[in-house]
C-alpha cells in the first residue's frame, strides 16, 4: 500500500488558517451524522427496490400472475417517491462535503475523485431509466418494459458501490503518498481499489437489500395482522421476505471477514468494538455489556472466546485499547454499543429466516403462529436500525480521524462561523422532508391494491406474453 501513514501535524496549504470552535465542530460532526443517516436508508430502498420490482415484474410475466404484477406496479411508485426524496438527501450530503469538511476535500479530493465521478454517472442511467419505467407502464410491451428495469438495478448497485470505496479510502488509505504534512502524489485508482473495499462495499450492499426486503415484507406483514390474506399479500410478504432470508447469512460471513479484517488494519476500532480494554492472551468475548470508564459492566463473559473467534486459539493474544495512546482512542461506549445492537439485530433477523426457511421446506406455507407475523411486521424497523448501528459503528470507530492515521476529524472542519445555525437549518429541512415522505407513502398504503377490474384487466393484457 503507497501510504505513508504519519499523523496529520498542521494545517493543509489552503486559505483556511483559523480553527473551528468546538461548538461548530460539534454541530458539523452532529450535521454529517444526521444527514447520513436519513440518506442511508432511503439509499438502501432505491439499491434493493428495484430488483425486487423487477423480478415481481417479470415473475408475472413469466407465469402470466396479475397479482406480482400489482405488486410491481404498486413498488415502482414507492420506488419514484424514494429515488426523488434519495437523490435530494444525497445532493445534500455531496454539498456537506465541501462546506463542512473543505480541508479534507483540498487534501483529498483527488483521490477520491474518480468513485464519486463514476457514481455521478451512475446515478444518471440509473434515473433516465427510472423515468423511462414509470412512464413506460402500458405503453412498451412487456417483455420490453422490464429490460428498462435492468439499467435501474444495476445504476444503484454501482452508485452504492463508487460512493462506499471513498468510506472504505477513508478507514484505509492507499494511492497516496504524504510528506510534511502534504499529500504530494496520488493515484486515484489505487486509492479507490483500496484494501478495505471489499468487504466494505460487500458489507453496505448487502445490508442495503436486507434494508429494502424486510422493510417490504413488514408492510404486509401488518396488513395480513388487519386480517388482509388474499395472495397478493401473501406474494407481497413472501417475495421480499425470501431474498433477506436467504442474505442475511451471507451477511453473518461478510461481517465476519470485516471485523477480522478491522483487527488487523485499526486495532482501536476493533477494541472498541468487542470492548477489550486491555491486551491479553485467551481474551474473553463479551456479549452485551456497557463499558464504564476502564470498566466492563453487566456483559455475559466466554473466556477465551475472542481469541478463539478472531485467531483459532483461546490463547491468542488480542491488542487492548491500553496499547493505544488517549488521544487515539475512539469513544469505547458508543462504539461498542452500536456493534452489540448491530450484531444482536442480525442475529434476530437470522433467527426469523430460519424459523421461515424451516416452516416453508415442511409445508410451503408461511408459519402459522401471529408472532411471526410480528416479528416481520417489526424486521425492516429493525433492520434500519442495524444499519444506523453499523455506520455509527464504522465512523464513529474510526475517531479521531477523518482519514485514518492521516488526517484528523478536527483539522478537516471548516473553521468560519455558523456550523451551528447551518445544523438547525437542515434538521428543520429534513423534518420537512422525511413528514412529507411517510405522508405520502402511507396514503399510498391504505389504497386498495387489488380492485377486481384491475386483476382482469392485468390478466388480460399479459395473457398475450
Known sequence: MDVLALPWTGPLQVPLAAAATPADFMAARMQMAFTLGVHIVFACFGIGLPALTVFAEWRGIRTG?????????????????????????GTI????????????????????????????????????????????????????????GIPIVLGGLASAFFVVTVNAFMNDPAGIRVE?????????????LNQAMPTQTSHMIVAAFLVASFGV????????????????????????????????????????????????????????????????AGAPFHLGGIV??????????????????????????????????????????????????????????MGLAAWFALTWWRRRDLPRSPWFLRLTAVSGVLAAIALEAGWVTTEVGRQPWIVHGVMRTADAVNPNPGLTTGLYVVLAVYAVLVTATVVVLRRMTRSRPVPPRVVREEADSYAVV
Open 292 to 349: 464504564d470508564g476502564d470498566r466492563m459492566r453487566f456483559a455475559v463473559e466466554i473466556p477465551n472466546g475472542l481469541s478463539l473467534l478472531l485467531r483459532f486459539d483461546p490463547d491468542a493474544v488480542i491488542r487492548g485499547l491500553d496499547s493505544i495512546p488517549p488521544d487515539a482512542q475512539p469513544p469505547v461506549a458508543v462504539v461498542h454499543l452500536s456493534f452489540q445492537v448491530m450484531v444482536g439485530i442480525g442475529t434476530l433477523l
Open 93 to 148: 450530503l455531496s454539498f456537506e462535503m465541501g462546506t463542512l469538511w473543505p480541508r479534507f476535500m483540498a487534501a483529498f479530493g483527488p483521490a477520491i475523485g474518480l468513485p464519486f465521478a463514476i457514481e455521478g454517472i451512475a446515478f444518471f442511467v440509473e434515473a433516465i431509466f427510472l423515468g423511462i419505467y414509470l412512464y413506460g407502464w402500458d405503453r412498451l410491451p412487456p417483455k420490453v418494459h422490464v429490460l428498462t
Open 217 to 280: 415484507a413488514s408492510v404486509y406483514a401488518v396488513a395480513m395482522l388487519r386480517g388482509r390474506r388474499d395472495r397478493y399479500h401473501r406474494l407481497g410478504l413472501i417475495l421480499p421476505f425470501t431474498v433477506g432470508a436467504v442474505l442475511a447469512p451471507v451477511q453473518l460471513l461478510i461481517g465476519d471477514l470485516a471485523a477480522r479484517y478491522v483487527a488487523d488494519h485499526q486495532p482501536a476500532k476493533f477494541a472498541a468494538m468487542e470492548g477489550v480494554l486491555r491486551t491479553e
Open 65 to 89: 400472475d396479475p397479482h406480482y404484477l400489482l405488486l410491481a406496479r404498486r413498488w415502482a411508485k414507492a420506488m419514484g417517491v424514494l429515488f426523488a426524496v434519495g437523490a435530494v438527501s
Open 180 to 192: 510534511d504534512g502534504r499529500v504530494v502524489e496520488v493515484r486515484p485508482l489505487a486509492a479507490m
